[in-house]
């Protein structure tokens, strides 16, 4: 490793320097503590007796090299202070750690699996002009052997074939796994780590992990893991004050500390710039991960998101330089911002001023799209065009439509709870709302368990509601997502987002109906969506659309098939002189494809 670049935050790959790496003559140890007075080794190979470490290079990085130490081995640096104390610290650099509640560093040899996915990898892009629909999921409560247990998980093996089938069956060509960096606490979903390098031993070792992603190569399913650089967990064991001072964190606690507790990363020093980025190109180097979704970039814009508090320019010139030399390494991978800010330019390239991310998260869409559906169909017309507003700003940047995880937690209840009125009432509306995403331009994202409309908010210890598919409302719910799905990634229209000759507003202004029309383009033919969002029956509305259209129905929101009231093959619709002509029922929406 090149220890100025280390310094400077230019280095990518400190990971095959720092840590623990296997070889034929044992494991060789070393981690960087520069205001350390001294730091020993501590492991299941000395029987926990302290092994001196040497200091290497400028002094101020730690080296040890024993025969004994071999694969899954437990270890900790015992690191001494200035004023004589020490701390047992697992490895900031570590490639695997014990299950909770231990706190050791296990030796794991991440060069021992040989991936099969050449070809993808060379076919893969950041999907620009291609479908990239997400299943979010988190893998401890997708599907468990039992949530009487606290450690009753599949492995990252068992989850994977069943997983890939799923999502393959059901129209998704991406999944989002929550992050995978260790975590001590269940409840913090990942986004409290305390091993950057290490994907969480609660689901297996990194073998398994990377045969997981392997497998989803050669099925054509990308994987985006969730990556957090803004924030790490407390535990003293971990990075907090790790040689005994404040290394990776800011000096002062005003802004040491965030709104969730943690400690934040201290952006404006080199070494801890290598360690993040560093970081984020192990997941997608050493895993093979096609894409990275950073979270609470706002918090790295602002100081502790806070706009008021101005801009953070050393975490603003991290984020360009960390980005651009991802992108520089890794061309066809997504880096997707969720970013809650209107900061400007997020996802143009560095080389033009921008952040450099491939994506942003639309959660001014989400917010807006939702309210919008919790309203009482009387104010809706008042409210007409918070479903109309998204399209004014969105060739600023190009953006994922989310419906993620953090819609369906803390009171704030599931996708399908939320629509308006009762029990009934609410999947009709659901449907159209399914439809609505899929017709707007963005990509898309979904959260596990809402595709069958569960009703149950997320709980990170219990599985998804699987047993709710033998009500006939949710089982029809999901084959109506699927249908959807795949409508989705066959037809090209609905795939230039950021074209701006793509879409067009078909009718935006049938204000007292709650009407609204969109149009898709492409030379293969157009996407029509026509919805009513109302709650009464909408004769006689027709659209003009010029002459020389073959007009097809896709998808009828309110088909019986679909647990809707029109029978199957019974929507009605005439095309003549020009104009498209319907009546539409409540809660519903319609997709046709129209050709010359």
């Given at each position: 490793m090149d220890i100025m670049k280390f310094y400077r935050g230019d280095e990518f790959e400190a990971y095959n320097y720092l840590g623990a790496h296997t070889g034929k003559n044992g494991t060789v140890f070393r981690t960087y503590a520069p205001n350390a007075e001294k730091v020993s080794l501590i492991g299941d190979f000395s029987d926990w007796k302290e092994l001196p470490m040497k200091p290497v290079n400028d002094g101020r990085f730690y080296e040890l090299a024993v025969v004994e130490a071999e694969e899954g081995m437990r270890y900790k640096y015992r690191i001494y202070d200035k004023k004589g104390g020490f701390i047992d610290h697992c490895d900031p650099y570590g490639f695997?750690?014990?299950?909770?509640?231990?706190?050791?560093?296990?030796?794991?040899?991440?060069?021992?699996?040989?991936?099969?996915?050449?070809?993808?990898?060379?076919?893969?892009?950041?999907?620009?002009?291609?479908?990239?629909n997400i299943y979010e999921v988190h893998l401890g409560s997708w599907k468990r052997r039992s949530d009487e247990e606290s450690e009753g998980w599949y492995s990252y093996s068992e989850l994977a074939d069943v997983l890939i089938d799923y999502v393959c069956e059901y129209g998704y060509n991406y999944i989002e796994l929550m992050p995978l960096s260790e975590h001590p606490c269940d409840e913090s979903w990942g986004y409290q780590c305390t091993g950057f390098f290490a994907p969480t031993s609660r689901y297996g070792t990194p073998a398994e992990l990377m045969e997981l992603v392997d497998k989803c190569h050669k099925r054509g399913i990308g994987v985006i893991v969730d990556f957090v650089p803004v924030h790490f967990a407390v535990d003293h064991y971990a990075l907090t004050e790790y040689d005994g001072t404040k290394l990776y964190e800011y000096p002062s606690d005003d802004i040491g500390y965030n709104e969730w507790g943690s400690?934040?990363?201290?952006?404006?020093?080199?070494?801890?710039?290598?360690?993040i980025q560093s970081a984020a190109d192990y997941w997608l180097s050493v895993y093979h991960f096609d894409g990275l979704r950073m979270d609470a970039i706002r918090n790295m814009i602002y100081w502790n998101g806070d706009e008021s508090r101005g801009e953070n320019s050393n975490a603003l010139e991290f984020i360009r330089t960390m980005n651009s030399g991802l992108k520089f390494r890794h061309p066809s991978a997504i880096i997707a911002a969720e970013d809650s800010s209107a900061y400007p330019r997020v996802t143009a390239s560095v080389m033009e001023g921008g952040l450099g991310f491939d994506y942003k998260w639309d959660l001014g869409w989400m917010h807006d799209t939702l309210d919008y559906f919790r309203t009482a169909p009387m104010y809706r017309s008042r409210d007409y065009h918070k479903l109309t507003f998204s399209m004014l700003y969105f060739y600023n940047e190009r953006f994922i439509l989310p419906l993620s995880h953090d819609e369906v937690v803390h009171g704030k209840a599931t996708v399908a709870q939320k629509m308006n009125g009762r029990y009934e009432d609410k999947f009709p509306q659901a449907r159209a709302l399914y439809m609505y995403m899929t017709a707007h331009p963005g990509k898309k994202l979904n959260f596990m368990g809402s595709e069958f409309a569960q009703l149950r908010e997320w709980?990170?210890?219990?599985?998804?509601?699987?047993?709710?598919?033998?009500?006939?409302?949710?089982?029809?719910?999901?084959e109506y997502i699927k249908i959807l799905n795949h409508i989705y990634l066959k037809y090209d229209a609905l795939h230039y987002d950021n074209d701006t000759t793509n879409f067009v507003w078909e009718d935006c202004n049938c204000t007292d109906r709650c009407i609204y029309a969109m149009r898709r383009k492409s030379e293969n033919g157009d996407i029509l969506a026509v919805f009513n969002f109302s709650d009464w029956y909408q004769f006689g509305y027709s659209l003009r659309l010029g002459a020389g259209c073959s007009v097809q129905l896709l998808l009828d929101s309110d088909n019986q098939l679909y647990s809707g009231a029109t029978p199957n093959g019974g929507t009605k619709y005439t095309y003549s002189s020009e104009t498209l002509d319907m009546d539409i029922p409540p809660f519903s929406g319609r997709m046709y494809l129209l050709t010359k």
């Open positions: 695997g750690m014990e299950v909770r509640p231990g706190t050791c560093s296990v030796i794991r040899d991440i060069r021992n699996y040989s991936f099969l996915d050449g070809e993808w990898l060379e076919k893969r892009t950041d999907c620009r002009d291609k479908p990239m400690r934040n990363f201290n952006h404006s020093k080199g070494e801890v710039r290598t360690f709980d990170e210890k219990r599985q998804q509601d699987w047993d709710m598919l033998k009500y006939p409302l949710h089982d029809s719910f999901r």
